[in-house]
């Protein structure tokens, strides 16, 4: 009886790859025989699955964005309340730079490609434009102090996150120092909420 293939699993390993390849060479690198090759597996396995490399690329691309999300869920998990599942996420996008070092150098490489393919740019925007929301969401339902603009400080303290994952990713600053950068910042635009030490989440970055 011949063996069943699972085909999204095997679709998915040479997503993988071509993720591999792009944080460690960049998109320059990726090419059908290179995944083929770090895939373990034949050019003709690779375009049985996909049409080219840019197609290949878009699906790099949507499972990129899903790793990043999940990598986000599983930190909020146990999140106590809007300010400590604010700290959350931000904390969560900061440790990109150890805890998903493949996606955060993956995503880099995926910039350039966005700016030039539309449909890779929807779905970052897509994803921006989410992401955004619920931190703003999440600002507002914080405590957030009078004066406070939860729509602009969402893409601020989106930007600090993804500038302090980088940092922690280049060794620049480890993740306790990142994290009490974002804790200062969450003290200056929600004084009436627990943010940083006293938050139990807090507990989790030096872990």
Do not use: W
């Not at 009490?180 to 006293?198: F, K, N, Q, W």
């Amino acid at each position: 009886m011949p063996k069943k293939v699972d085909h999204a699993a095997r679709r998915e390993e040479i997503v993988q790859a071509a993720l591999r390849l792009c944080a460690r060479d960049g998109l320059a690198g990726v090419t059908i025989g290179q995944v083929a090759q770090e895939a373990g597996v034949s050019k003709g396995l690779v375009q049985h699955y996909f049409a080219g490399k840019a197609d290949l690329l878009r699906a790099s691309a949507q499972i990129l964005r899903a790793e990043i999300e999940r990598h986000v869920r599983e930190a909020v998990r146990d999140a106590r309340g809007p300010a400590d599942t604010l700290r959350c996420v931000l904390i969560a996008i900061v440790e990109l730079g150890v805890t998903a070092v493949v996606p955060l150098l993956a995503g880099h490489a995926f910039v350039s490609m966005a700016v030039a393919d539309p449909e890779i740019r929807a779905l970052y925007r897509a994803g921006g434009d989410a992401v955004n929301r619920e931190i703003a969401a999440l600002v507002a339902a914080s405590g957030a102090a009078p004066d406070v603009d939860a729509g602009a400080e969402a893409h601020a303290l989106l930007g600090l996150a993804r500038g302090l994952a980088d940092g922690v990713l280049l060794g620049e600053l480890g993740v306790d120092d990142a994290a009490a950068i974002v804790d200062h910042h969450l003290r200056r635009i929600l004084p009436e909420a627990a943010t940083g030490s006293d938050t139990p989440s807090s507990r989790r970055v030096s872990e």
